[in-house]
Nanobody, 124 residues
Framework: QVQLVESGGGLVQAGGSLSVSCAAS????????MGWFRQAPGKEREFVAA????????YYADSVNGRFTISRDNAKSTVYLQMNSLKPEDTAVYYC?????????????????WGQGTQVTVSS
């Protein structure tokens, strides 16, 4: 059983930057692909970014490509999401997730473990 704990959310002005991280425990972190998803009020949870077990494959949603960067440190069992040029529409609860499929996916149904989420609010 893998436990995931996100941290680093908060309030930032539009155009600013924020970094969120997700620490994993209870499993072999390097065996999992990791993903970030987000959910805004009244909307479905949507894909943001994913990274394969060895960082060899990385995927981004079109809406964040070029602004967000996903990375991982297997020695620290942590995955990161650096968010730059933030927009009000990026406001959401951000969730990290782990998938047994080592190369990752944009499909949230293929993720096996989820964190509790961290709030990111971008003011205009």
């Amino acid at each position: 059983q893998v436990q995931l704990v996100e941290s680093g959310g908060g309030l930032v002005q539009a155009g600013g930057s924020l970094s969120v991280s997700c620490a994993a425990s209870g499993g072999t972190f390097s065996a999992y692909a990791m993903g970030w998803f987000r959910q805004a009020p009244g909307k479905e949870r949507e894909f943001v970014a994913a990274i394969s077990w060895n960082s060899g494959s990385i995927y981004y949603a079109d809406s964040v490509n070029g602004r967000f960067t996903i990375s991982r440190d297997n020695a620290k069992s942590t995955v990161y999401l650096q968010m730059n040029s933030l927009k009000p529409e990026d406001t959401a609860v951000y969730y990290c997730a782990a998938s047994r499929m080592p190369y990752g996916s944009k499909n949230k149904d293929l993720y096996d473990y989820w964190g509790q989420g961290t709030q990111v609010t971008v003011s205009s």
